[in-house]
């Protein structure tokens, strides 16, 4: 241990459900081993435990205004997040303890998820900077998803404690393939809707059939080499997505 460590006021932050399934001993038995930890570097720190959403971003905010020079985010890549986005650009350091289902940011940076040597390296690794990205005012470390990526995430992240681990992404994310539609279909969706009536005429040109999920139009056309070859209703586009437009160009 270096001097300097031993100089530093340390802040652990420990989300104590992330990856326990919400099993109390399993959570207790992390504050323990924070403690343990920060006595057995000699180090001046305190343990911090969320309660919630978003609290993590409270503590670390706390953690600065009392002077910490080194924040250890022990959760996972939701926690850490919340911790780095509150320490960016200021003049103190972030270890992780990486204890979520992914671990993003951990491996890529090559912190090791055992426990123990993961805090040796909290405490005597070698201090790096990363870079911070930025999206609408919320920054992130490691990666940033939209369309199907953001909304496997989402459901990850709010089914609680009901089945965590990388099996669970594969799940979400097997079922929300098959039916996924981009928020912009559903933009354009509402905006036809609300301004369809008997005095406006709306032209929808588009290749993708689900739109009519959540539009129902007067008449689909089917053009070919210029011309509409086929007028029908909404059942004219259900039969193109099942048999494709070969039947009505023959």
Not at 108 to 133: H, N, S, Y
Not at 145 to 154: P, Q, R, T
Not at 207 to 232: A, C, M, T, W
């Amino acid at each position: 241990m270096s001097p300097a460590v031993a100089l530093e006021r340390v802040v652990v932050i420990v989300n104590p459900i992330s990856g326990t399934g919400g099993r109390p001993e399993r959570a207790r038995r992390r504050i323990a081993s924070a403690e343990a930890a920060l006595k057995s570097h000699h180090t001046d720190g305190r343990v911090l435990v969320t309660e919630r959403s978003g609290h993590a971003s409270l503590l670390a905010r706390d953690a600065l205004a009392d002077g910490a020079s080194l924040v250890i985010a022990w959760g996972g890549d939701g926690t850490i997040n919340e911790v780095a986005s509150e320490l960016a650009f200021r003049d103190v350091s972030l270890a992780v303890i990486p204890s979520g289902s992914g671990n993003g940011l951990a491996r890529e940076l090559k912190i090791p998820c055992d426990v123990e040597r993961a805090f040796a390296v909290a405490f005597g690794g070698t201090e790096r900077v990363i870079d911070a990205g930025e999206i609408e005012g919320r920054l992130f470390f490691n990666v940033a998803g939209i369309g199907l990526d953001a909304e496997v995430a989402h459901e990850f992240a709010s089914t609680g404690l009901v089945r965590r681990g990388f099996s669970r992404y594969i799940e979400i994310a097997t079922r929300r393939l098959f039916s996924f539609t981009a928020n912009e279909y559903r933009i354009v969706a509402d905006g036809v809707n609300k301004l369809k009536n008997k005095n406006n005429a709306m032209l929808v040109i588009t290749h993708y059939q689900r739109l009519l999920n959540y539009i129902i139009p007067d008449f689909v056309h089917v053009l070919y080499d210029g011309k509409i070859i086929r007028s029908e209703g909404k059942e004219l586009a259900l039969a193109v997505e099942e048999k494709g437009y070969d039947w009505l160009i023959k």
